[in-house]
T-cell receptor
């Protein structure tokens, strides 16, 4: 149990376009999900906390209008990278907290975004 | 913000050797977690620690939650080639107000030579 999926697993887009990444908890409900980005050989950097039914909470330095987060249901959060630029190229990973097990955070497999 | 100092940054070992890595913090943590990440994948939880002094094993892995609540270590015994990857410590600071928010260490890159 406790499987988190992400779609797509990789995406290549042109500069200026928007890209949506989905994060789903497949066998549990998740009130809270997190979005991270990771550069090669570096640690995970938390971008935002996604809360079901309310606005996301962004970390300092992360542009809210650039990285739109929607947590429309207890099993789905989406991250939309708007007007993507080459510097947005990165590995984006989501995670979800299994309700009633708040210390257990399960990660998705990640999405590799390449902006040309 | 919170910082976790993880060491060593990388390790090159022979198959069969034991491995030890640790994380320290300047402040108290309520939870320590150890994850492994394979290339191009998301982190996978290896061991979760919830109480100071707790020592937990998962197969060849053993991790401890330091008594001071400011550190944790992970040991891997009798390493095998599939142990290769990046190992991250992560924790939840005491007194934090953000539900479930984790702070990550910088990672330890493990290479195992057959």
């Amino acid at each position: 149990g406790a499987v988190v999926s992400q779609h797509p697993s990789w995406v290549i887009c042109k500069s200026g376009t928007s890209v949506k990444i989905e994060c789903r908890s497949l066998d549990f409900q998740a009130t809270t999900m997190f979005w991270y980005r990771q550069f090669p050989k570096q640690s995970l950097m938390l971008m935002a906390t996604s809360n079901e039914g309310s606005k996301a909470t962004y970390e300092q330095g992360v542009e809210k209008d650039k990285f739109l987060i929607n947590h429309a249901s207890l099993t789905l959060s989406t991250l939309t990278v708007t007007s993507a630029h080459p510097e947005d190229s990165s590995f984006y990973i989501c995670s979800a907290i299994r309700e009633a097990f708040y210390n257990e955070q399960f990660f998705g497999p990640g999405t590799r975004l390449t902006v040309l | 913000g919170q910082q976790l100092n993880q060491s060593p940054q990388s390790m090159f070992i022979q198959e069969g050797e034991d491995v030890s890595m640790n994380c320290t913090s300047s402040s108290i943590f309520n939870t320590w977690l150890w994850y492994k990440q394979d290339p191009g994948e998301g982190p996978v939880l290896l061991i979760a620690l919830y109480k100071a002094g707790e020592l937990t094993s998962n197969g060849r892995l053993t991790a401890q939650f330091g008594i001071t609540r400011k550190d944790s270590f992970l040991n891997i015994s009798a390493s095998i080639p599939s142990d290769v990857g990046i190992y991250f410590c992560a924790g939840q600071p005491a007194g934090g107000t953000s539900y479930g928010k984790l702070t990550f260490g910088q990672g330890t890159i493990l290479t195992v030579h057959p």
